[in-house]
């Protein structure tokens, strides 16, 4: 017998929490909701949601295949609220070291096959160092991307965080 | 998973009293001194020459220690209420009696006293195989579990022999730490999935690729506000953890940090890391993202176990450029 429901969100069924301020200033949480976010923003658009230092986490609208990505380091992402495949090359040539967060793999990155996975709402993968990856996604999904700031990464604090 | 008693440095303890009557013993740190009773735990030092004591609800208080030890001192400040914590400094640790109170700090009867990190966390330690007895788990929510009250009757090693998992790179990866398909789903995520994904390697690739189900990890938590590793990134840290009734802790970091909330809802009470008055309330529902600031401390309240993403930046030389100045305290301006 279960009596609980966990309740999660997703694009198209999402509600926003807010702040009860007492004093000082709301925007000093950066507070805002991915599915929101990705409810927003562009097929692919990597939407900056958190930030500490050179770190962040993005929330990604995945519809229809993405570019092929790369990175010198290991990144994360975990899909929210929906299907979405993954699939990896092992690259001849790998980014430098020196530069970190997700970069474009071109179109056609020179790389073997390494096979692909398929996140379901929860699932996380790991996107290693030195792979290109590459997202299709049938249905409109939002996932969530920890990795570092990088030349795609976008900032928006004023049109989605509370004020 | 590590015992308690590896490293547990007895000879560190002292014991200053065994009370007859409830069984228990009195422990003393530096100029602290911390016994218990049937229904309290009580913490006594001396300022401006008399002694001042405090007394906490001993379910309350062992809460609280269990989460301290089990996080060995964690990042920044842990406050166990309004007026006792401890602060890290990551080699020692400050323990402090109403220095992080406004009106007992302006009064000058607060106290602080710094202690080598073995020495506090074995008194720590046998303040917690004394204390807790048969039946009660310091780390579950108060339906999951027995009473903290009484006299002595027992003890639960088990249950205050839980760690942070430390993970390399992610769960379930060659040589890192496992899943946790040997442990039920809590009670509360009996409806929370639990497919894996689907992980495909071409050959010659085995195992260089991974996945996993992190919300089907989560609903088999047999802890309440623990946040486990389950991704690294360098510094960053994704540390999930499943929260029910109160966090045990007012958490003052001497860093950002931010939550994002998977599932369900839970409201926090944030207020001056300093002195302690209110500054605001904050409801997260799922899909929800917020920074912490790093002079504010909070506590958090979820009814319904739920799924929480606490996100931290491991960076070793962060807390000096907080306390400087050198880096603001709110991580964006906008």
Known sequence: ?????????????????NIQLIQGKASNYVFSNIFEVAKNAKPYDKTIVGINQKFVIETIRAEGTSSWFTCSHDEFVISMD????????KLNESVDIQIEGTQLAGSEPNGQPMGYVVLKEGHQAILPAGTAYRFDSQKPTTLLLQTIHGPLSLEKWDEICLK | MNSLNKNFASELVEVFDENALTGYKGFKLGNFLFSRDEYFAKITWTAKGQEHSHLMSVDAFLRAIMRDVAWGFFYGWVNFDHVI???????????????????????????????ETPKIM?????????????????????????????R?????????????????????????????DDLPVNRHFHDVPQDEPLV?????????????????????????????????????????????????????????????????????????KNDGSPLARIIMKPGDICAMPANIRHQGYSTKRSLLLVWENATPDLPEKYASGELPPYPVNF
């Open chain 2, 122 to 150: 074995a008194t720590f330690k046998a303040i917690l195989h004394d204390w807790v007895n048969e039946g009660f788990d310091p780390f579950a929510a108060p339906e999951e579990t027995g009473s903290a009250f009484g």
């Open chain 1, 82 to 89: 929906g299907e979405v495949r993954v699939d990896f090359l």
């Open chain 1, 1 to 17: 017998m279960n009596t609980y429901t966990t309740k999660f969100g997703s694009l198209d069924n999402y509600e926003k929490g």
């Open chain 2, 200 to 272: 495909h390697c071409e050959r010659g690739f085995e195992g260089e690729l991974s996945a996993f189900n992190v919300f089907k990890y989560m609903s088999r938590s047999d802890v309440t506000w623990n946040p486990s590793v389950t991704s690294v990134c360098k510094e960053s840290l994704f540390c999930p953890t499943t929260e029910e009734y109160i966090l045990p802790i007012i958490h003052g970091n001497d860093r950002v940090e931010w939550f994002l909330q998977f599932s369900d809802e839970i409201t926090w009470d944030i207020s001056d």
């Open chain 2, 85 to 115: 914590g401890t602060q890290n400094h990551y080699g020692s640790v400050d323990m402090y009696a109403g220095t992080f109170n406004g009106v007992l700090s302006a009064a000058g009867v607060d106290y602080v006293e710094n202690f």
């Open chain 2, 152 to 180: 002595k009757n027992g003890s639960n090693v088990d249950a205050i022999d839980r760690y942070r998992i430390s993970t390399k790179r992610m769960p379930g990866l060659n040589g890192d730490s496992p899943l946790r």
